[in-house]
């Protein structure tokens, strides 16, 4: 059995360099075309069912999988990406010269920086884990489609590691890929 952590393509905020958190921004053309791929990637899984994050561009992306491959989608509330309060709309180079020491923080230590007005990492982990108690113990296959830094978030309870989520820097790194995490065959 496998499960696939899915980033969308990209959106305008990433072009311009900006933090989205859960901020619901349409894909580029060029992150459509590569949700185009990330379909062609997971054609020929056996996918059970298709979970999606309610926040754009993850819920687009998704409905978009779910049609091509014919896998039932479920939209998941829980699985909202992670709210980065006041960063929201902020380029990297913004926070990091308004928040010098913050911004530093957040690129070594990521779990432990709460972004002004947002959710704390333990927050997110404890919603995400949630949504996905009940998905792991179900022997199927899956695909959850989220954001960063969610995304890298989920990875880390589907694998059973401690809270993870990925910096500033990353984020771009992460977008619009396929992670495929093999399974064993029983999860208590």
């Not at 360099?17 to 185009?36: C, F, H, K, S, Y």
């Not at 993870?164 to 999860?187: F, H, I």
Request: hydrophobic share 40%; charged share 25%.
């Amino acid at each position: 059995m496998s499960r696939f952590v899915v980033r969308p393509g990209e959106t305008e905020f990433d072009v311009q360099d900006r933090i989205q958190g859960d901020l619901n921004l349409p894909m580029t053309n060029r992150g459509e075309a590569q949700v185009a791929e990330i379909i062609e990637a997971l054609r020929g899984q056996d996918l059970d069912v298709l979970y999606a994050s309610p926040s754009q561009p993850s819920l687009a992306a998704a409905e978009r999988i779910a049609d091509e491959l014919g896998v039932p989608l479920k939209v998941l509330d829980r699985l909202a990406n992670v709210n980065l309060g006041l960063w929201q709309g902020m380029s990297r180079a913004e926070i990091r010269q308004k928040q010098p020491r913050l911004f530093r923080q957040w690129e070594e230590a990521p779990e432990s920086v709460c972004a002004p007005q947002g959710e704390t990492c333990d927050e997110a982990c404890d919603r995400a884990s949630r949504a996905l108690r009940k998905l792991m113990r179900k022997n199927i296959s899956f695909a959850i489609v989220a954001s960063e830094p969610l995304a890298t978030l989920v990875v880390s309870v589907l694998k059973g590691h401690g809270p993870k989520l990925c910096g500033p820097a990353k984020m771009a790194d992460y977008r619009s890929r396929v992670e495929c995490l093999e399974t064993p065959e029983t999860v208590t």
